[in-house]
């Protein structure tokens, strides 16, 4: 049983990237605009995640060494830093614009008000974090997110177009204009962009070690690193096939986390709105828990400061002042009234700009021979993750460019 | 400073694609309101849910209202700006006003109609520009 709930660190990490708050409405908004058209970026980047979440848990199994560590082995001290403010400042802009989520999420369900429900948000996460084990954590947030299965079921009642949707596997070359063809780029490299939020691998691996994983669990890494984000990717699918299917026809461009929740009740009355509410809420606070958390983490190992969440406050102070910290400035940034959406929004175009930098160290470290002994990449996986590099640099300088001709996805 | 004061303090021209723009997001705020407002008449919706949704609706008109108030239109475009800027207003007033009578439907029924009105206003404006 244990073993099977090792997955929730699958599920927990997979849901806080794939489905946060920005990603719920971004996927919404290329469901709405173009359909299935963009199906293949959440494919890929599916397969880019699974990937790299594998290496990264096994690197944190074979070498201990969770991924910030190895980000300051392999690329020195100066840009290791560099790679850390950058890292943790998305991860405070996103926490605060999850805490916002959160409070809208909780005024849709309550009507209480918004400024109230960040502080009861923040201090319900913060005694959770703190009461609550590592794998308490992931299995409440990894399993309550799955009430996004409503999404899916939705998709399905509303009858997809099959056939569209298959064809939205490859990507589209032919737009009306030249403006839906930079459109279509910047939501390609959003939601590419989404699924491999940094902070996704810092949290995984990280949690490899919490959960004292050995050699012999490399299989269950797999497992757990393949399930839990082709579940998240299949959420994200139903998220695009809903939109498609009610807001596409209508001509609605959703803005609003509101819209989506809408559209995934659709064919429900209040059960399922409610559902639906409910399922945003946990995976927006997945969200908000895992880029607290990844704060945390990539501080203490990257100055080799002791870290554990299920080690004593006294053994691990830096640690617990870290996330305390992040907490309290994340809820004071989303207490100025800043638009979640808006500070979600930078953080996926900002993020993509340092995942190079995440992304390299970990491939280096997996392919090395010296660090992982027989458990080294094979050379299919080395040029499968060399590959994906690629991508992902080619997406990484786009984005800024994309997101200042597209004005921020407006069509 | 000073440049940046003297800037905030004159109107920018707004673009005929910025108002385009605008134009197309306040045609989907129309759709998604009445699309909502049927979904509310059916009785799926709670109350809570319908009241902050319209609240958000209008909260995001709001603010492109608050832009065209600090625009000014670029020329030929004079006519097109000031319906926009009525039309938004009044689907802003309008989603508004909804969201503190969610559990009266011939109210809802009004508004719907209004609402539609309002579409096709911005429809008619958008095809002109």
Known sequence: ?411 | MLVLLVSCSHPSVISRDELHSILRSSISFTAEAETSLDYVLQGRSTQNFAAGHFHYMAHELEQSVKQLNQSKPSPGAEQAFANSLQDVKDLASELRAISFQTSDSTAIAVAKQRITEIRRALEKTSTSL
């Open chain 1, 1 to 411: 049983m244990k073993k099977y709930l090792g997955i929730t660190l699958g599920i927990m990490t997979a849901l806080g990237g794939f489905l946060d708050l920005g990603q719920i409405v971004f996927t919404a908004q290329a469901g709405a605009y173009f359909s299935y058209q963009l199906l293949w970026a959440i494919v890929l980047g599916t397969a880019a995640i699974i990937l790299y979440m594998e290496m990264c848990g096994r690197i944190a199994v074979v070498a201990h060494e969770p991924v910030f560590s190895v980000v300051r082995t392999c690329l020195g001290f100066r840009l290791g830093l560099f790679v850390l403010i950058a890292s943790n400042l998305l991860n405070l802009i996103t926490c605060a614009a999850e805490l916002g989520g959160l409070a809208i999420v909780l005024h849709l369900l309550t009507g209480w008000p918004e400024k109230f429900l960040i502080l009861i948000s923040a201090l319900t996460l913060g005694a959770m974090v703190q009461l609550l084990r590592f794998q308490w954590i992931e299995r409440v947030f990894g399993l309550s997110g799955l009430l996004m299965i409503v999404f899916a079921v939705s998709a399905l009642i509303l009858h997809p177009d099959w056939k569209r949707l298959g064809s939205g596997l490859l990507p589209h070359f032919a737009f009306s204009s030249h403006k839906d063809g930079l459109l279509y780029a910047y939501f390609a490299v959003g939601i590419f962009s989404a699924m491999l939020m940094v902070y996704e691998v810092h949290f995984y691996s990280s949690g490899a070690i919490e959960e004292d994983w050995t050699p012999k669990d490399l299989k269950e890494n797999f497992m757990v690193a393949a399930l839990g984000s082709i579940l998240g990717s299949l959420l994200t699918v139903a998220l695009m096939a809903v939109a498609a299917s009610v807001l596409f026809p209508r001509g609605i461009f959703p803005k609003l986390l509101s819209t989506t929740v809408l559209a995934g009740a659709f064919p429900f009355g209040k059960g399922g709105l409610i559902i639906a509410l409910l399922g945003s809420l946990a995976c927006v606070a997945g969200a908000a828990v895992e880029t607290n958390l990844s704060g945390a983490y990539n501080f203490c190992q990257f100055f080799n400061l002791p870290w554990g969440k299920n080690r004593p406050i006294n053994e691990v102070p830096t640690y617990t002042a870290s996330w305390v910290g992040m907490l309290l400035l994340a809820c004071v940034i989303a207490l100025t009234g800043i638009s979640p959406l808006d500070l979600v929004n930078v953080s996926i175009i900002f993020g993509m700009v340092i995942m190079p930098l995440t992304y390299y160290p970990i491939l280096r470290a997996a392919s090395d021979k010296n660090i992982m002994g027989k458990h080294v990449n094979s050379r299919f996986l080395t040029i499968t993750g060399a590959a994906f590099l690629i991508v992902i640099t080619v997406a990484a300088i786009a984005a800024i460019p994309l997101m200042i001709v597209t004005h921020w996805g407006k069509p």
